[in-house]
């Protein structure tokens, strides 16, 4: 079992940037690869980034790709998001997850977060 607690979210005008954190309970969670979604009010939750157990792989959307950037550090059971760049329609709660293998399939993730709010002004 992991528990997932998100923080780092807040309101920022575009163009600026944040950085979010996903802290996992658990001594199992560099075994796991993490990944990142978001969902928009009336929107479907959607992928923005993943990355492998080690850290060697990562991955991104079209719509996020140059922006942002997946990390993570293992022995403090952490994952980050970088969000550089941000515009309106990144506005959205962002929750982190995790799985066995990295992907971009959201119905793979059995672990989640209860996210947290990024509103971003323009």
Do not use: H
Not at 6 to 18: D, N, R, T, Y
Not at 26 to 54: D, H, L
Not at 77 to 89: A, I, R
Request: hydrophobic share 35%.
């Amino acid at each position: 079992q992991v528990q997932l607690v998100e923080s780092g979210g807040g309101l920022v005008q575009a163009g600026g940037s944040l950085r979010l954190s996903c802290a996992a309970s658990g001594r199992t969670f560099s075994s796991y690869a993490m990944g990142w979604f978001r969902q928009a009010p009336g929107k479907e939750r959607e992928f923005v980034a993943a990355i492998s157990w080690s850290g060697r792989s990562t991955y991104y959307p079209e719509s996020v790709k140059g922006r942002f950037t997946i990390s993570r550090d293992n022995a403090k059971n952490t994952v980050y998001l970088q969000m550089n760049s941000l515009k309106p329609e990144d506005t959205a709660v962002y929750s982190c997850a995790a799985t066995d293998s990295v992907t971009y399939i959201i119905t793979s993730y059995y672990f989640w977060g209860q996210g947290t709010q990024v509103t971003v002004s323009s």
